[in-house]
């Protein structure tokens, strides 16, 4: 199975701040990387497919990049609601396979 | 826009057979324009494909999950349905349902847009 890194497992920002997280897979993916918000008490939403394509209703403060084992997910501007947890998700091969996920707090 | 709704009992014993229901709406179970997937999210370990079923009945599970794993269709009532055996404590888990879009190239997209709002089970005798 491919192994899925988070970095950092949490962090604390305020509204406004630029916000990136990482995520490294244990092997090439080439571009098949997906993104996700999850609130509390509810199901992921899916924000950005393919490493780059924002899903439809996503706001352009969303972004991703990366190619291969490195991903990053960028928030510019965050916002109040904004702050919540986030997955990366490869969908190169079966099984697929999330990372451990990334909390973002109000610091 | 397709929605889903998970049922099912919210206990179960160990040993014992889990099984949910997920019901789709907005949509139909036989257009072929998904993959009717199921995943958990334990409370520590994270997330977690289970598998998915498409509208054939083509079927097809998580290596780790597969001996216990059984997705089926029910057509005439717009559903499909996870039935995980000899559960343990490890099993305890809320369990989502969801669309994998079906790609170009006619296999699952590796990804989904629509979730049920997730079932929580315990499992415990």
């Known amino acids: 199975d491919i192994q899925m890194t988070q970095s950092p497992s949490s962090l604390s920002a305020s509204a406004g701040d630029r916000v990136t997280i990482s995520c490294r897979a244990s092997?090439?993916?080439?571009?098949?990387l997906n993104w996700y918000q999850q609130k509390p008490g509810k199901a992921p939403r899916l924000l950005i497919y393919?490493?780059?394509t924002l899903q439809s209703g996503v706001p352009s403060r969303f972004s991703g990049s990366g190619s291969g084992t490195d991903f990053t997910l960028t928030i510019t501007s965050l916002q109040p609601e904004d702050f919540a947890s986030y997955y990366c998700?490869?969908?190169?091969?079966?099984?697929?396979?999330f990372g451990q996920g990334t909390k973002v707090e109000v610091k | 826009q397709v929605q889903l709704q998970e049922s099912g009992p919210g206990l179960v014993k160990p040993s014992q057979t889990l099984s949910l229901t997920c019901t789709v709406s907005?949509?139909?179970?036989?257009?072929?324009?998904?993959?009717w997937s199921w995943l958990r999210q334990h409370p520590v370990q994270g997330l977690e494909w289970i598998g998915y079923?498409?509208?054939?009945?083509?079927?097809y599970s998580n290596p780790s999950l597969k001996s216990r794993v059984t997705i089926s269709l029910d057509t005439s009532k717009n559903q499909f349905s996870l039935d995980l055996s000899s559960v343990t404590a490890a099993d305890t888990a809320v369990y989502y349902c969801?669309?994998?879009?079906?790609?170009?190239?006619?296999?699952?997209?590796?990804?989904?847009?629509?979730w049920g709002q997730g079932a929580l089970v315990t499992v415990s005798s």
């Open positions: 092997q090439s993916i080439s571009r098949y």
């Open positions: 907005g949509g139909s179970i036989t257009s072929g324009a998904f993959y």
């Open positions: 393919t490493t780059s």
């Open positions: 079923i498409y509208y054939t009945g083509s079927t």
């Open positions: 998700q490869q969908g190169y091969s079966t099984p697929w396979t």
């Open positions: 969801a669309t994998d879009v079906r790609s170009s190239s006619g296999g699952g997209s590796g990804y989904w847009d629509h």
